[in-house]
């Protein structure tokens, strides 16, 4: 029998252990975590009645930076005569990251996780690395602008695991770069007492898990080896997880051979980098070697295909990955578009657009389905990648969830076996009615309550930086 605190709900269908269940009631205590499934009578009258709806585990988003959310669509056009490239295109990103002010960043960051939580997604991994002011001055507080992107989330409602990137120099035999003047710590000793600090007010003001701290050295380019060890080092001390861009361009993998004479993920390996708890972002430029490495030491490949196939950065070697045992998460990197299933199909339908096949990641023998497979991407590997505790409906777990309407065009018609197929393979944001966050709603029938603000405040800020006249 429910107790006085508990809420349990009751949707047409519900989806654990890779499958969707129907007279299945979900049951949260007062302290937001699932308590139990229940299909007794009493029980299903007890809980509140979804009609004509689907809830499934919420989604994560592996991998994000919030304020690329201000160039999106602004950088589609040729800005060279002989061709655009991952390079071009972040000439016009550093512009836009030296523009913003500390309430900017903000507004574009809750622009980007209200996005996201209209989209089914209960938590994120942000990968910061707006540190400091455009002269590169560190504010009064060092870790402000970080305190932007955790206030931003908070008022959103989603999880957040605050990736603390760290950023170095412009590269092997580069100069200085006047566009990375925010990101930019040079010693790794203010990195980790930033972090720390950081950490501590993040354990003080989200007690329940709603955020916590990652560590993120930017690349192997971003990072050199002595900086990567003392950080990676710490990291692994205070059990965080780390993240890290790797292999997302040819000319990445080429630098790193000419600085150490290996190719990233051999490098990494032989520093004695890698990890469980290490995340590999994009991984794309990488060779069979580099996949049994990847594979000893069970790091997690954080794919974004639709960032990837805007920026050109190449096809992720997914089914070779998956060969191999090794877990793939999502992410939406750039925020070009915010569709973690959108990303969760692209996985297969790169494979497919380069091998002229179909149903390439599709398991054999078939214990899950292909939409199964692609859905754990998209959840319970993006959650243990970031360190959340949802991905799955458990007991124990919080009830993070999201629900769909069952009637939506896109999916109509679906049975109860084909269902997350159609979900995986064709839902659209708009079919997602409801987003609960520790059994509380954050998006309700579509919508979230400050919406409207949110999204006018970012219009505003648009036209004030797009606008050729001044503002
Ligand atoms: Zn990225």
Not at 38 to 47: C, F, G, I, K, V
Not at 363 to 388: D, N, V
């Amino acid at each position: 029998m429910a107790d006085d605190k508990e809420r349990g709900w009751l949707p047409d269908f519900l989806y654990r252990d890779g499958r969707f269940d129907s007279g299945i009631a979900l049951f949260a205590d007062d302290s937001g975590r699932i308590t139990r499934f229940s299909e007794t009578e009493a029980d299903l009258a007890n809980a509140q009645r979804l009609y004509n709806r689907a809830l499934l585990p919420g989604l994560v988003n592996g991998h994000s930076h919030t304020f690329q959310r201000v160039i999106r669509a602004r950088t589609e056009y040729r800005t060279t005569a002989v061709k655009d490239t991952f390079w071009t295109w972040r000439e016009s990103m550093y512009h836009a990251a030296l523009r913003l002010s500390p309430e900017d960043i903000y507004i574009a960051a809750r622009m980007a996780f209200l996005e996201m939580a209209l989209a089914g997604i209960t938590a994120v991994g942000e990968f910061h690395y707006l540190h400091h002011a455009a002269d590169r001055t560190p504010y009064e507080d060092r870790n402000f602008l970080a305190k932007q992107i955790l206030r931003a989330a908070d008022e959103v409602g989603i999880r957040v695991a605050l990736l603390r990137t760290a950023y170095v120099r412009a590269g092997w035999r580069k100069e200085p770069e006047p566009g990375q003047a925010r990101f930019i710590t040079p010693r790794p000793q203010d990195f980790i007492d930033d972090t720390d600090t950081l950490d501590a007010f993040v354990r003080k003001t989200s007690p329940t898990g709603r955020a916590w701290i990652g560590v993120a050295p930017h690349s192997i380019r971003a990072v050199p080896l002595d900086y990567l060890l003392e950080v990676t080092g710490y990291a692994r001390a205070r059990g965080f997880p780390i993240h890290m861009h790797v292999a997302e361009q040819p000319a990445e993998v080429e630098a790193c051979l000419g600085e150490y004479g290996a190719r990233p993920v051999a490098f990494l390996d032989q520093n004695g980098i890698l990890s469980s708890s290490f995340t590999a972002v994009h991984a794309i430029h990488i060779n069979e070697d580099e996949i049994t490495r990847l594979a000893r030491h069970q790091v997690t490949v954080c794919a974004c295909p639709t960032t990837e196939r805007n920026l050109g950065d190449g096809i992720l070697a997914a089914d070779a990955l998956e060969a191999a045992g090794i877990p793939i998460s999502l992410g939406s990197d750039s925020n070009v578009q915010i569709d973690s299933l959108e990303d969760a199909r692209q996985l297969e339908y790169n494979l497919r657009l380069s091998k002229r096949e179909r149903a390439i990641l599709s398991p054999t023998p078939e214990r899950e389905s292909l939409a199964g497979r692609l859905f754990k991407t998209a959840t319970e590997t993006g959650a243990a990648s970031i360190g959340a505790e949802g991905g799955k409906l458990e007991v124990g777990r919080p009830a993070d969830f999201f629900t769909v309407d069952l009637n939506d065009v896109a999916i109509a018609g679906a049975d109860r076996e084909s269902l997350l197929s159609h979900i995986v393979f064709a839902l659209q944001r708009t079919a997602v009615r409801g987003v609960f966050v520790n059994g509380e709603p954050v998006i309700e029938e579509g919508h979230h309550t400050h919406e409207e603000q949110i999204t006018q405040e970012f219009a505003k800020l648009q036209r004030r930086l797009w606008s050729k006249l001044p503002s």
